[in-house]
């Protein structure tokens, strides 16, 4: 019988499960540009046009390769209306897609199905490394679900720096402490810049639409540079690894005024949209790092981030939602302040992460945990509302990544169910990532007072909230150690002052 064949816009892969057996006499593609993918959240216009584009330049090469494509093109209607009028006008009575990404679309896709009673054939993303199954198996048990562990399974079993004894390379599993360096005083002096993909036709029609159909979308297309298809993913993993990583990992932490991209790779948005595999770019690395001779800590901190954490987030979404999109440990209900959309606040860390984040979309690790994390965290923000914002304003933003790393990592919204603590940090540790602190208004070694860094009041203020749950974690002791040392007088001080901050956080 005809199957129709849904490929959603994060799904780009000729070779992925949802063409498996497709037979293009019977068979037909169904791709929707969906008004509701750019609006469920206040989406980023580069966010946006990335996946047009990168649709419109899979949508070519199908037609180029003579498969039988419905296209529906900038449609007011939500993928699952578009669904609907085809399955009916079509009379198809077995629908084929890739288990999507995010758990309202695999719902709304079964409700669908089962409304129609017609068979789905929901596969499993051969994308990644470790199935649900493997996953779950590895979880069912565990008193503590941790990275680490995952991570040591997986080099294990597909014999990724592992000698032949059984051994990690190196002698060591992890090399994360040379992995933490900020930049030298006088700046990262960084000498090759990030691969730039000039906008090709496709992509200058689509930020032609993008721009005049979500106007006041967060965010701006002037310096749209994402690469778009298979060919330009590529080449910028080629040039990823000849240039810029010998540097990745050792500066992979470091944060500078201006210095959106660092040495990071900026190649997560097209491993999201499956324009990359991710065995293709752990190949890569490899051999880059015999060819150049790097550094070994580099290579496994860059291939721990794929291998490892990238693998286990999807696990985590999987295997806690629908729960984990509605934890909320510490009851937290703050908004979300206003300059999170503007990045106009007065903070200097904030200003910059958040200015670029506008600008390209982007921001790496360290800023999205330790900076826009830490404050939404700190701040009391609703999670969900944080987390709206990460699935908005970040390119290679898609809920199976996102939510796991948000809620999970950077809010400690599930009470540590795969972290062993909170991360939080306070102004110390941006002035020693980074030189946010110089030219800030606030002082981050100041915790009260009208020059008080925002991040120090609130993390002393945090810490002296949830005193118990700190005191009662090895991991976390030193943190209220730290706090006993400041005189009660002050305490008392710093809490004064966090009301007033928690309750204008607008203005700060
Ligand atoms: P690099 O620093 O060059 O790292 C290499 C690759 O490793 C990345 O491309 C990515 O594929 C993978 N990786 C690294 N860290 C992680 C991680 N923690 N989880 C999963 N994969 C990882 N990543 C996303 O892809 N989408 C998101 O929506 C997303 N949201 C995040 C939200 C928060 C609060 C935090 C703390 C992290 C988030 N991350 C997300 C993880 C990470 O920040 C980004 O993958 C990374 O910044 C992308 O930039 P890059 O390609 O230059 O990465
Ligand atoms: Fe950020 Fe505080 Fe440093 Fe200012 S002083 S840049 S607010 S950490």
Same mark, same amino acid.
């Given at each position: 019988n005809k199957k129709l064949v849904l490929i959603l816009g994060d799904q780009l892969d000729l070779n992925g499960a949802a063409l498996k057996g497709f037979d293009s006499q019977h068979d037909q593609i169904i791709m929707v540009e969906s008004a509701n993918e750019a609006q469920y959240v206040w989406s980023h216009k580069a966010k946006i046009a990335l996946f047009l584009s990168a649709m419109r330049h899979f949508a070519q090469k199908l037609k180029d390769k003579k498969y039988p494509l419905a296209y529906y093109s900038e449609s007011s209607k939500t993928i699952t209306e578009v669904l609907r009028e085809h399955l009916t006008q079509n009379q198809i009575q077995h629908l084929v897609c890739v288990e999507p990404g995010e758990w309202r679309l695999k719902q709304a896709i079964e409700d669908l199905a089962s409304e129609f009673k017609i068979q789905l054939d929901m596969r499993e993303d051969s994308h990644f490394f470790c199935t649900h199954a493997e996953f779950r198996e590895w979880a069912a048990n565990k008193k503590e679900l941790r990275l680490e562990y995952f991570y040591r399974l997986m080099r294990k079993k597909y014999s990724i720096l592992v000698e032949a004894d059984g051994n990690p390379e190196g002698g060591q599993w992890n090399f994360d402490q040379d992995n933490r360096k900020p930049y030298p005083?006088?700046?990262?002096? +960084?000498?090759?810049?990030?691969?730039?993909?000039?906008?090709?036709?496709?992509?200058?029609?689509?930020?032609?639409?993008?721009?005049?159909?979500?106007?006041?979308?967060?965010?701006?297309?002037?310096?749209? =540079?994402?690469?778009?298809?298979?060919?330009?993913?590529?080449?910028?993993?080629?040039?990823?690894?000849?240039?810029?990583?010998?540097?990745?990992? +050792?500066?992979?932490?470091?944060?500078?005024?201006?210095?959106?991209?660092?040495? =990071?790779?900026?190649?997560?948005?097209?491993?999201?949209?499956?324009?990359?595999?991710?065995?293709?770019?752990?190949?890569?690395?490899?051999? $880059?790092?015999?060819?150049?001779?790097?550094?070994?800590?580099?290579?496994?901190?860059? +291939?721990?981030?794929?291998?490892?954490?990238?693998?286990?987030?999807?696990?985590?979404?999987?295997?806690?939602?629908?729960?984990?999109?509605?934890?909320?440990?510490?009851?937290?209900?703050?908004?979300?302040?206003?300059?999170?959309?503007?990045?106009?606040?007065?903070?200097?860390?904030?200003?910059?992460?958040?200015?670029?984040?506008?600008?390209?979309?982007?921001?790496? =690790? +360290?800023?999205?945990?330790?900076?826009?994390?830490?404050?939404?965290?700190?701040?009391?923000?609703?999670?969900?509302?944080?987390?709206?914002?990460?699935? $908005?304003?970040?390119?290679?933003?898609?809920?199976?990544?996102?939510?796991?790393?948000?809620?999970?990592?950077?809010?400690? $919204?599930?009470?540590g169910r795969f972290t062993s603590k909170p991360y939080i940090a306070s102004g110390a540790y941006i002035k020693r990532m980074s030189n946010y602190c110089s030219s800030c208004k606030y002082k981050p070694d100041v915790r009260f007072g009208e020059t008080a860094c925002p991040v120090t009041n609130l993390y002393w203020n945090f810490l002296i909230k949830h005193r118990k749950q700190f005191d009662g974690n090895p991991r976390t002791r030193l943190m209220t150690a730290n706090l006993n040392k400041i005189s009660p007088e002050d305490q008392k001080q710093i809490t004064l002052h966090a009301q007033h901050i928690l309750n204008h956080l607008d203005e700060l």
């Open positions: 005083k006088k700046g990262p002096g +960084i000498t090759d810049a990030p691969a730039e993909f000039k906008p090709d036709a496709i992509t200058q029609e689509v930020i032609k639409y993008v721009n005049q159909t979500y106007p006041e979308h967060p965010g701006s297309l002037d310096q749209f =540079h994402w690469p778009v298809s298979r060919e330009q993913a590529l080449k910028a993993l080629d040039y990823f690894v000849e240039y810029r990583l010998r540097n990745f990992g +050792i500066f992979q932490d470091a944060m500078w005024t201006d210095t959106p991209f660092g040495w =990071h790779s900026l190649l997560s948005s097209s491993l999201n949209l499956k324009l990359l595999n991710p065995r293709e770019v752990i190949d890569a690395v490899l051999k $880059a790092w015999k060819k150049n001779a790097l550094d070994l800590s580099n290579i496994e901190g860059f +291939i721990r981030q794929i291998l490892g954490w990238r693998e286990f987030v999807r696990g985590m979404y999987y295997l806690d939602m629908p729960q984990m999109a509605q934890d909320n440990f510490y009851d937290h209900q703050r908004s979300l302040p206003k300059w999170y959309w503007t990045g106009d606040t007065q903070m200097h860390c904030m200003r910059d992460t958040v200015g670029q984040t506008l600008q390209y979309g982007y921001a790496h =690790h +360290i800023q999205r945990l330790m900076v826009t994390g830490n404050f939404g965290l700190l701040a009391e923000i609703l999670p969900s509302a944080v987390c709206d914002w990460y699935l $908005a304003v970040y390119v290679d933003a898609i809920e199976w990544v996102e939510l796991p790393n948000t809620a999970g990592m950077a809010l400690f $919204a599930n009470g």
